[in-house]
């Protein structure tokens, strides 16, 4: 197996510096929530500090462009995406998303070390492992091998080749290891609502977690600052658990100085896309030419309320409306939420 391009892209010194990541990672714990340690503490004129440095954890708008106009460049995003989510499947969600931060950073900065399948492998190992050190995960590193691997003959890499990967890597992205995600943003936005209820927090939480989870993989979200991500994230989905308390979450939202309104519309505009392409996974039902009105667009563009009597609903928004009934239901079976505790703005 070739590995001199890798082996040449390493400083010998770089050895010495993974021995001295194994024991950045023993010694600092690291949430996604929270990639500052110490941020909740934080007086609140501090924290503007989260919103000045996010741009440094995400790639650069060409990134998403060179995506977009290669086929071959995405198809090897593609590829050590699955790899990433093959291995990864029995390990909490938060998991892989960070790897997958860790791959589109890279990516962004390196670009394709080889046009090879076993490259996008060992890429896909040596971010796991990272992100699996970060967030003190214990695993097998031959087990995840020969589970990505499916009995095919592939490569098992040693020990020390997955290192000097890592090395690459943690190089590419400045060691700036605690990425800040839209998960770092979640807490910031959910206190501007002021609700009265943990249930209710948590309800909310929960629903734009999995929300951003689901949508790592489309391209266009990288379009958007995490911060803007997480901002609609939760905007969609309060519409979605809570729609007579959308106008007040909306407003909230809207009245922060650190959200620009037009991003925030279209970055909502694509997570809409993606959790109805996941309603209609669900229900196993055909895309419709109808296209429901877009409930952010609605009330930017106008302050009259949606008049809903004598609306003919096109039976693909009749199903995924049935659904969402659903997920409120099961929602509420675990937390019951009475209206009382809800802010009224």
């Not at 990433?84 to 960070?98: G, N, R």
């Not at 690459?168 to 807490?187: E, K, N």
């Not at 309320?305 to 009934?325: C, L």
Request: glycine fraction near 4%; include cysteine; proline fraction near 6%.
């Amino acid at each position: 197996m070739q590995l001199s391009l890798i082996s040449s892209l390493l400083s010998p010194g770089e050895h010495q510096l993974h021995q001295t990541v194994n024991t950045f990672h023993l010694s600092m714990d690291f949430d996604l929530e929270n990639p500052l340690g110490n941020f909740h503490d934080l007086p609140c004129d501090a924290v503007p500090s989260l919103f000045l440095i996010e741009s440094d954890h995400i790639p650069p708008p060409n990134y998403c462009h060179s995506l977009k106009t290669s086929d071959f460049d995405i198809s090897v995003r593609g590829d050590v995406v699955s790899f990433i989510s093959q291995f990864a499947c029995t390990f909490h969600p938060v998991l892989p998303y960070l790897a997958i931060n860790y791959l589109d950073r890279f990516l962004a900065n390196q670009g394709i070390l080889e046009p090879k399948p076993w490259a996008n492998k060992l890429l896909a190992i040596s971010c796991f492992s990272l992100a699996a050190k970060m967030l003190k995960t214990e695993y097998s590193a031959t087990d995840v091998q020969v589970l990505l691997n499916h009995g095919d003959g592939g490569a098992i890499f040693e020990t020390q080749t997955v290192q000097r990967m890592e090395g690459l890597v943690l190089g590419a992205l400045q060691w700036r290891m605690r990425s800040i995600t839209p998960f770092s943003f979640i807490p910031f936005f959910l206190n501007l609502f002021r609700l009265k209820d943990p249930a209710l927090t948590h309800v909310l939480k929960d629903r734009a977690s999995e929300i951003i989870l689901n949508s790592q993989r489309e391209i266009k979200l990288l379009e958007f600052r995490p911060s803007i991500v997480a901002a609609s994230a939760l905007l969609y989905a309060s519409h979605e658990l809570f729609p007579f308390q959308y106008p007040c979450f909306l407003r909230a939202i809207s009245d922060c100085s650190y959200v620009n309104k037009e991003t925030m519309v279209q970055c909502y505009n694509v997570i809409q896309d993606i959790a109805r392409e996941e309603y209609e996974s669900v229900l196993n039902i055909n895309s419709t030419s109808d296209t429901p009105v877009n409930v952010l667009d609605e009330h930017f563009l106008s302050s009259e309320s949606e008049k809903t009597s004598g609306i003919n609903v096109a039976p693909t928004v009749m199903q995924e409306q049935d659904y969402k009934r659903r997920r409120l239901t099961a929602y509420g079976n675990k937390h019951t939420v009475p209206f009382s505790h809800f802010h009224q703005c």
